[in-house]
Structures are given as C-alpha cells and as structure tokens.
T-cell receptor
Framework: GENVEQHPSTLSVQEGDSAVIKCTYS??????FPWYKQELGKRPQLIID?????GEKKDQRIAVTLNKTAKHFSLHITETQPEDSAVYFC????????????FGKGTKLTVNP | DTAVSQTPKYLVTQMGNDKSIKCEQNLGHDTMYWYKQDSKKFLKIMFSYNNKELIINETVPNRFSPKSPDKAHLNLHINSLELGDSAVYFC????????????FGNGTRLTVT
C-alpha cells in the first residue's frame, strides 16, 4: 500500500522567512496530493492540493511542487506569519485496491515573531 | 452552519464501556470517513462509506462498528473500550472518493480511564 514520509517533523522559522516541508510517496499510481493545516485543538483544513498532471500550483503565499519521477512533493510558504504556526500534513491518494488518502506524520511549524 | 458536525465534542468513559459518536454532513457529499488521530498527531483512516456502502475498513478491531443510515450520516459505535482507544476521532466527508478535498468535523476527544 501507499506510504507517505514527511520531513521535517518540526520546523521553526523567523517571521518573514520561507518554510519548506517535503514529502515522499511510494505508490507511483497515486494521483492526488493535498496539504492540510491543523491549528492547535482544531480540525485539519485543506490549504492547497495538486494533481499528478500538474507540476506546480500557487495560491498567494503558498505553493506546492510535485516531482512524479522522484515521487516527492513539497509545500512552500513564503513570508511566513505567526498565524502560519500549525501542524501541516501532506497526503497522497493511493490507487491500489480501494482508493484512500494516506497522510504523512505531520510537521509542526512555528513562526517566531 | 457547520458543514460536518460530530457529537459529542468530548467523551470521558471507563474501560469496558460502550460509546457512540455521531456525525452528520450537510454538504451533499457522497463519501464519509472516520479518522483516528493519536497522541502523536498521526491521522489514520479507519472507515470510509460511499452512499451508505462500506468501501474501506482499515484493520480496525471488531469492537469498532460504523453505521451509515443515509449518505449524510455516519456514526461510530465502540464496544468494550480500551485505554488505547483514547484519541481524537474525526469524521470527514468528500464529494467524490479519496481524490477530492476532505471536509473534517471538529473532532471528538475520547478519553478512556
């Protein structure tokens, strides 16, 4: 089945700096890669997603890149702000058997003012 | 209006008891899920239903029994609760299958003592 590895597990940056979180996946047939943000005590919320027919997608300060050959995808946050502090999860939609979303173990991002 | 609502928000109970968590979505989505988030924040799928039909059952103990009376509702009943069941349980829904955005409920924090 699909296996998603996410790094780093914790990331601390200064306000205004960029943050990059990387994920690798194992199933070459996976075709959907969302990113979720979970603030402390709250539910995960989708912030951006990318499909396998696209290499990069941007939404204001957030971008995601996908390298299908290497089976990895990354989240880039520019001009970080304290409110970006949260746990970020990557995920990949496996195709084998029944379709399901497999999550990485999360990255706790802290943006220091 | 809350799109995916689950009750209760908190559940504290003793080992061996039986408890239920309810979930309802008003988004008109076809697929609903139960995810478990453990103390290390790892999000793991438990069950998935599409139009009331069970499509994913992820090696969850038989003590956990989901029920979907209609496509807007997915409940989770847990028998003979164990200490290791303590976690946050998230209900979620999506329009299509796993390759579409998930909308999570606010979670139910289950504590087994």
């Amino acid at each position: 089945g699909e296996n998603v590895e996410q790094h780093p597990s914790t990331l601390s940056v200064q306000e205004g700096d960029s943050a990059v979180i990387k994920c690798t996946y194992s199933d070459s047939a996976s075709n959907y890669f969302p990113w979720y943000k979970q603030e402390l005590g709250k539910r995960p919320q989708l912030i951006i997603d990318i499909r396998s027919n696209v290499g990069e997608k941007k939404d204001q300060r957030i971008a995601v890149t996908l390298n299908k050959t290497a089976k990895h995808f990354s989240l880039h946050i520019t001009e970080t702000q304290p409110e970006d502090s949260a746990v970020y999860f990557c995920a990949a939609c496996s195709q084998g058997g029944s379709e399901k979303l497999v999550f990485g173990k999360g990255t706790k991002l802290t943006v220091n003012p | 209006d809350t799109a995916v609502s689950q009750t209760p928000k908190y559940l504290v109970t003793q080992m061996g008891n039986d408890k239920s968590i309810k979930c309802e979505q008003n988004l008109g989505h076809d697929t609903m899920y139960w995810y478990k988030q453990d103390s290390k924040k790892f999000l793991k799928i438990m069950f998935s239903y599409n139009n009331k039909e069970l499509i994913i059952n992820e090696t969850v103990p038989n003590r956990f029994s989901p029920k979907s009376p209609d496509k807007a509702h997915l409940n989770l009943h847990i028998n003979s609760l164990e200490l290791g069941d303590s976690a946050v349980y998230f209900c979620a829904s999506s329009q299509g299958r796993a390759n579409s955005p998930l909308h999570f409920g606010n979670g139910t924090r289950l504590t087994v003592t």
